[in-house]
Nanobody, 114 residues
Framework: QVQLVESGGGLVQAGGSLTLSCAAS????????MGWYRQAPGKQRELVAS???????SDADSVKGRFTISRDSAKTTVYLQMSSLKPEDTAVYYC????????WGHGTQVTVSS
């Protein structure tokens, strides 16, 4: 089992930047992929970005060119660098880790004001 702890959310003005972090602990050698989902009020949870064991990354079209997913050399912490933020990016952002069963963090709120 993997435990995930997110940090870095907050309130930012449109056009601003934030970086989210997700620290994994537990059976981390079993992680095949990590990444971020987000869920806005009244909407379904959507995949934002993923990073795989081999380092490949994948981004949603809605964040391409604005968000960057990365990880530390120990592969235990994943980052989501968010820039040019828009009000529609407002959501609770959830970290996940696939082992391959899906493990979730508790989420961190990101609010972008116009």
């Amino acid at each position: 089992q993997v435990q995930l702890v997110e940090s870095g959310g907050g309130l930012v003005q449109a056009g601003g930047s934030l970086t989210l972090s997700c620290a994994a602990s537990g059976i981390i050698f079993s992680i095949n992929a990590m990444g971020w989902y987000r869920q806005a009020p009244g909407k379904q949870r959507e995949l934002v970005a993923s990073i795989f064991r081999d380092g490949r990354t994948s981004d949603a079209d809605s964040v391409k060119g604005r968000f960057t997913i990365s990880r530390d050399s120990a592969k235990t912490t994943v980052y989501l660098q968010m820039s040019s933020l828009k009000p529609e990016d407002t959501a609770v952002y959830y970290c996940f880790a696939d082992t391959p069963s899906r493990n979730w963090g508790h989420g961190t709120q990101v609010t972008v004001s116009s």
